[in-house]
């Protein structure tokens, strides 16, 4: 994205924020598309289950739309929403730790992807993170699916940086661990 | 970065979800809300964050008391021990002073005794 596309798409977010807040439906609807992605793969990455994750995403939204007034810029949007997204998909699974899990392998992938990869690897990969425990697990996905660095994660979990970093450390050694044992096992 | 580090952007790659969601979004928006049954509102209780401060309130409400009745046990204790040792003074008090006299008598005895 252009420096002009990205400061045209802040303007437009900006008026779109304003006007929702006056309680017109249309430019909250903008809203919710312009962010829907960003908020339903923080879930689906972490729930492994796209209809939990779809109805997150929606609870998301639902409380958006509650705290408009709260909200001062796009920057501040985003933020709002990986914030509330991430703490709803952690008290979400301690709440499934009471419920009959499902099987990771029967979860479908999800339908859109931009960039090609090697599917079995991709599978394994997110797989694997689904694997990990709940902070270490939110922690790689803002890291690799938002792009966020650790500083900014640790804004966002409320969290201390040095906790962010040995997180991340431990994780990666962890999936490279599991997935040479993955991979071996794909290849036999 | 690593191949695992590319790997992984690849592997957490935004998904969209499915076509109808701002849709079911302002959906839910425009719904009444609907009253929530009463075993529904108890559930409410037992998820998190909640489920912590009911855990709290559960677990203060039971210490509180027994911490209460404890310390009002030992207070008794206390003064029940504090009044036996008082009593126990004045006794040995009395004893005392009529040792005293005793000794005082048998001084007076024998002094007269020796005169004879």
Redesign the interface.
């Known amino acids: 994205m252009t420096v002009s596309s990205a400061e045209g798409t802040a303007v437009r977010v900006q008026e779109d924020l304003e006007r929702s807040d006056e309680g017109n ?1 249309p430019a ?2 903008e809203i ?2 312009e962010h ?3 908020v ?2 923080l879930a ?2 972490f729930l492994r289950d796209r209809g939990l ?2 109805e997150l ?2 609870e998301v ?2 409380e958006l ?1 509650r705290s408009l007034a709260s909200i001062q810029s796009p920057a501040h949007l985003v933020f709002w929403l990986r914030k509330v997204a991430s703490r709803r998909c952690i ?1 979400q699974t ?2 499934r730790l009471f419920w009959p899990k499902l099987r990771l392998e029967d979860v479908p992938e ?6 090609e ?1 090697d599917p079995l ?3 394994a ?2 797989r694997l ?1 689904a694997s990990l425990p709940e902070k270490p697990r939110m922690v ?2 803002l890291r ?2 938002e ?1 966020l660095d650790p500083s900014e994660i640790a804004d966002v979990l409320d969290m201390p940086l040095s906790t962010v970093k040995s997180h991340l450390q431990r994780s ?1 050694a962890m ?2 661990d599991k ?1 040479a044992r993955t991979v071996g096992e794909i290849a036999i | 970065m690593s191949y ?2 590319d ?12 076509g109808d ?2 849709e ?3 959906a ?3 719904a009444p809300p609907r009253k929530r049954a009463w075993w529904e509102e108890l559930a409410v209780l037992f ?3 909640r489920v912590q401060w009911v855990a709290l309130t559960v677990v203060a409400s039971v210490v509180i008391p027994i911490a209460g009745i404890q310390y009002h046990k030992e207070q008794r204790l206390r003064a029940q021990g504090e009044m036996a040792k008082q009593e126990l003074v004045f006794a040995m008090r009395m004893a005392g002073s009529k040792l005293h006299k005793v000794q005082q008598k048998v001084l007076g005895m024998s002094q007269t005794e020796n005169r004879l």
């Open positions: 439906l909250f609807a919710v598309r829907q992605a960003m339903f793969s689906y990455y994750a779809e995403a929606q939204f639902l739309h008290d301690r709440r999800p339908a859109a992807r931009t960039r990869a690897l991709t599978r990969l997110a993170v790689v996905i690799f699916q792009d990666l999936l490279r997935l | 695992l580090e790997d992984l952007k690849l592997a957490l790659q935004r998904a969209e979800p499915s969601f701002t079911r979004v302002l839910r928006l425009n998820q998190p964050p």
